[in-house]
């Protein structure tokens, strides 16, 4: 064919295209424009049309009259299916990470989610006392409960833990030396670093000892009269082996009070619950920490603690009033959703074994191996009468993270499913599980998609199961 010819069989297809405003008159685009918004629907019409006449330019579309509409609705459809999907979405977590940071960290308690609807569909107290019938502070809903959950003398929430960093060196170290030791110069998600925050809260960053060892000494001989405070950093996702030297917060304290200087930890994670009983490591809780005498101590909300994303503060109750007085502390405070679901997760640490029953991040790290290996065994069992020659699902014996920067070296014992398809790569598996809604997230290992149970809820397992068997259905 010459190409005189080819350009006029693309011409006459580009002819079958209809207009804008006519495609938008026409049937069934006119009842498109019953569900979605007009605009919506008009963007839709553009893009369509706009992608079919580039696929007949290039030669890649080739058109007959009765296939141009049933083509064109079917790419306006697609879009308009993109455009209604939110971007913010559920997920189900396969990976075995607990606190998954690129997956939203912690779930929250149920009742956290109950606090934050029933707050949220009306009016609330957030600043007004009912008792007093007058204006009242925010913090006075969590502030005793904090104070009773981890024995603080005093109490305060920001909107993270970097926040609650920054508000207390701009309020306690301003101008003024901060001793922290260089192994405790962490970088942490999202390129996080501790010696930026230093800097931008207005406090000096004093460098002590080196990277693997640092020694009491090295504080000592550090301190001047410009010194503020002592700072020790929780290593957050890594930890030092091998050759190593580690000043204690006991040694810290010491030496801060024979110097009139304040100690201050940032705990990271926030661990409530101790959890040396199951050999995870040596995770020190908020109680310990506070009990060796630090004045100051924060931590996050979202990451071991179980709850809303905040940065928690806890310390002396003059440090704590003086935290709350500087005027940065109102660009960082809490919202009410955020206030209401701190309530409710504290109210659960009040029994530390409903705590441990409702948390999803605490029932997920203590769950015993027994009950995560009959979910995967369920799932592997449900799949299973469905298959043909061309698939495999085998139940493995794999290691879940904490993550979250919490416990970096602990493995934890558990059970997942394992699938390979003899006719789909896994990658192309794995992609099309992400596409499922809601988008199932698991791992490809050795060939093979890995879906780790530790982080999965029985109803969740039920839903992948849904999924593989309409992947099986579909041939791949």
């Known amino acids: 064919m010459s190409v005189d010819a080819v350009s006029k069989d693309k011409k006459d297809m580009l002819k079958l295209l209809p207009k804008v405003d006519r495609l938008l008159n026409l049937f069934p685009i006119t009842d498109l424009i019953k569900i979605y918004p007009r605009k919506i629907v008009l963007d839709a019409a553009r893009e369509a049309l706009a992608d079919m006449r580039q696929a007949i330019l290039k030669g890649s579309l080739v058109l007959g009259e009765k296939k141009a509409m049933p083509h064109l609705e079917l790419l306006i459809h697609e879009r308009l299916k993109h455009y209604a999907q939110p971007s913010f979405r ?89 001793i922290v030791s260089r192994g405790e110069l962490v970088e942490i998600g999202g390129s996080f670093r501790i010696p930026d925050i230093i800097k931008k809260s207005g406090a000096v960053l004093v460098e002590v000892g080196t990277t693997n060892r640092t020694r009491i000494g090295d504080y000592e001989n550090a301190i001047t009269e410009k010194t503020s405070l002592l700072l020790k950093v929780h290593r957050s996702n890594f930890e030092l082996k091998g050759y190593t030297g580690d000043t204690s917060l006991k040694e810290l304290v010491v030496l801060a009070l024979s110097r009139n200087l304040l100690t201050m930890v940032d705990l990271g994670s926030g661990c409530i619950v101790d959890l040396a009983p199951f050999d995870y490591g040596n995770e020190p809780t908020v109680k310990e920490i506070l009990s060796e005498g630090a004045d100051i101590v924060t931590f996050s909300g979202d990451k071991m603690f179980g709850g809303p994303q905040a940065g928690i503060i806890l310390g002396k109750n003059e440090l704590c009033r003086r935290l709350r007085e500087n005027p940065i502390y109102r660009a960082l405070r809490v919202d009410k959703f955020t206030l209401a679901a701190l309530e409710a997760t504290l109210k659960l640490y009040l029994d530390p074994q409903n705590a441990a029953k409702n948390i999803p991040t605490l029932r997920m790290v203590m769950e015993p191996l027994k009950a995560v290996s009959r979910r995967a065994n369920a799932l592997a069992r449900s799949i299973n009468p469905s298959l043909g020659k061309q698939w495999e699902i085998r139940v493995i014996t794999e290691e879940s993270r904490v993550g979250g920067g919490a416990l970096p070296l602990a493995k934890i014992p558990t059970m997942a499913v394992s699938l390979y398809s003899h006719r789909t790569p896994p990658d192309e598996l794995e992609k099309q599980l992400r596409s499922w809604s809601p988008p199932i997230i698991g791992r490809v290992a050795e060939n093979r998609v890995i879906l780790d149970m530790r982080t999965v809820t029985g109803e969740e397992a039920r839903e992948i199961a849904r999924a593989v068997m309409s992947l099986i259905s579909k041939g791949m």
């Open 90 to 178: 559920r997920v189900i977590n396969a990976t075995g990470v607990i606190i998954h940071t690129n997956l939203g960290r912690s779930p929250m308690p149920r009742p956290a989610l109950e606090a934050i609807m029933d707050i949220g569909s009306g009016y609330s107290n957030l600043e007004y006392s009912l008792a007093r019938g007058e204006r009242s502070d925010r913090l006075s809903h969590i502030e005793d409960l904090l104070k009773r959950v981890t024995g603080a003398e005093g109490a305060l929430a920001v909107n993270n833990n970097a926040g609650a960093v920054l508000l207390a060196l701009n309020t306690l170290s301003n101008k003024r030396g901060a």
